[in-house]
């Protein structure tokens, strides 16, 4: 079993500041990236998705990937109350090429 | 666009006993997948279908897990006998064709607790 690794954290930051989760994997062929926010007792959400080097932006959230590092990471601008979740990262990785979750992070937001 | 839809929302049994789980993916779904989340844990892969053919259930444990997917659109995850550890919620996804660009949409759930 190919794994996904996350701080489970909590991470906490005040309204308004800049939110990083950072997550490790180990299959070095993996291709396609993705960050979920589920909040509690709901299901995971897809938010961004990440296939090249680099960084991906859209709205307040930013992907940033690796492949060299096998590294992945979710940064979160001017973060609301709203915000406060877990947030799991999620690798397209193994020999049938299934989507592989991290524990999660969880995030909250201080107003 | 209807979402997953998945029931029961929540079930309570001992331990033992058996248990069913029904989901119905999003219309024109091609690739149906099972989840099981334990509480603190991200979601693992129990089964993928592709239209009514398995495609990995390497995950499942066979002894006491089955799943099917009858004409390729409604799905149900079975448990007999359940055990202790099965306690967990139950996420049933489904995506448009199963590929890497094919994001999964994901139903509420159903929360078992065995006690």
């Known amino acids: 079993q190919k794994e996904v690794e996350q701080n489970s954290g909590p991470l906490s930051v005040p309204e308004g500041a800049i939110a990083s989760l950072n997550c490790t994997y180990s299959d070095r062929g993996s291709q396609s990236f993705f960050w979920y926010r589920q909040y509690s007792g709901k299901s995971p959400e897809l938010i961004m998705s990440?296939?090249?080097?680099g960084d991906k932006e859209d709205g307040r959230f930013t992907a940033q990937l690796n492949k060299a590092s096998q590294y992945v990471s979710l940064l979160i601008r001017d973060s609301q109350p709203s915000d406060s979740a877990t947030y799991l990262c999620a690798v397209i990785g193994g020999s049938q090429g299934n989507l592989i979750f991290g524990k999660g992070t969880k995030l909250s937001v201080k107003p | 666009e209807a979402g997953v839809a998945q029931s029961p929302r929540y079930k309570i049994i001992e331990k033992r006993q058996s248990v069913a789980f029904w989901c119905n993916p999003i219309s024109g779904h091609a690739t149906l997948y099972w989840y099981q989340q334990i509480l603190g844990q991200g979601p693992k892969l129990l089964i993928q279908f592709q239209n009514n053919g398995v495609v990995d259930d390497s995950q499942l444990p066979k002894d006491r897990f089955s799943a099917e997917r009858l004409k390729g659109v409604d799905s149900t995850l079975k448990i007999q006998p359940a055990k202790l550890e099965d306690s967990a919620v139950y996420l049933c996804?489904?995506?448009?064709?199963?590929?890497?660009?094919?994001?999964?949409?994901f139903g509420n759930g159903t929360r078992l607790t065995v006690t």
């Open positions: 990440i296939y090249s080097n």
């Open positions: 996804a489904s995506s448009l064709s199963g590929t890497n660009n094919s994001p999964l949409h």
